[in-house]
T-cell receptor, first 111, second 113 residues
Framework: GESVGLHLPTLSVQEGDNSIINCAYS??????FIWYKQESGKGPQFIID?????DKRQGQRVTVLLNKTVKHLSLQIAATQPGDSAVYFC??????????FGPGTRLSVLP | NAGVTQTPKFQVLKTGQSMTLQCAQD?????MYWYRQDPGMGLRLIYYSASEGTTDKGEVPNGYNVSRLNKREFSLRLESAAPSQTSVYFC????????????FGNGTRLTVT
């Protein structure tokens, strides 16, 4: 079974509703941010990224918002589907340094 | 185009045994990485190779060694496995430019008894 993510915070949403997953980052020098999705038994999958010179970026059904004032990143998923059930985590990349990953949030989509 | 391929998918070792985790990417990426993932924690960097011919320690390198065999392949070796090395190991690669994401393999689940 899945051992990763046993103790993660969980967000439960009804199918069809919008989901908002939040992430606080630590380094004010970070200039690149990424959201990843990890399904059970698989590796992290790139969803969307954003540079620090932007506040918002949209993809297909997903939007990332960046608030540099409070060092906060959020991922919005529109019309959440069962296939969206997974662990989501953010990564921050300070300039010239390696990625720093958050522990993640488990998204559970209820029928 | 397979992306990042890791072998094996599962492994059980006894304390003190050695093994090598293999990783290959077919995206012509310059940089390759090894991470471990433990319950409730973020991915932690073990070692990385910014380009062919170079390797550097990450956050948790003790007990591991790496080899960047060529541009495609980056292996991780446990010389004397310990129970604390029970984890899921992910290999990743990226093009090497400042604003490029990591692309991950599907992991090796290692248990050390």
């Amino acid at each position: 079974g899945e051992s990763v993510g046993l103790h993660l915070p969980t967000l439960s949403v009804q199918e069809g509703d919008n989901s908002i997953i939040n992430c606080a980052y630590s380094n004010s020098a970070s200039d690149y941010f990424i959201w990843y999705k990890q399904e059970s038994g698989k590796g992290p999958q790139f969803i969307i990224d954003i540079r620090s010179n932007m506040d918002k970026r949209q993809g297909q059904r997903v939007t990332v918002l960046l608030n540099k004032t409070v060092k906060h990143l959020s991922l919005q998923i529109a019309a959440t589907q069962p296939g969206d059930s997974a662990v989501y985590f953010c990564a921050e990349i300070p300039y010239g340094q390696n990625f720093v990953f958050g522990p993640g949030t488990r998204l559970s989509v209820l029928p | 185009n397979a992306g990042v391929t890791q072998t094996p998918k599962f492994q059980v070792l006894k304390t003190g045994q050695s093994m090598t985790l293999q990783c290959a990417q077919d995206m012509n990426h310059n940089s390759m990485y090894w991470y471990r993932q433990d319950p409730g924690m973020g991915l932690r960097l073990i070692y990385y190779s910014a380009s062919e011919g170079t390797t550097d320690k990450g956050e948790v390198p003790n007990g591991y060694n790496v080899s960047r065999l060529n541009k495609r392949e980056f292996s991780l070796r446990l010389e004397s496995a310990a129970p604390s090395q029970t984890s899921v190991y992910f290999c990743a690669s990226r093009s090497g430019t400042e604003v490029s994401p990591l692309h991950f393999g599907n992991g090796t689940r290692l248990t050390v008894t």
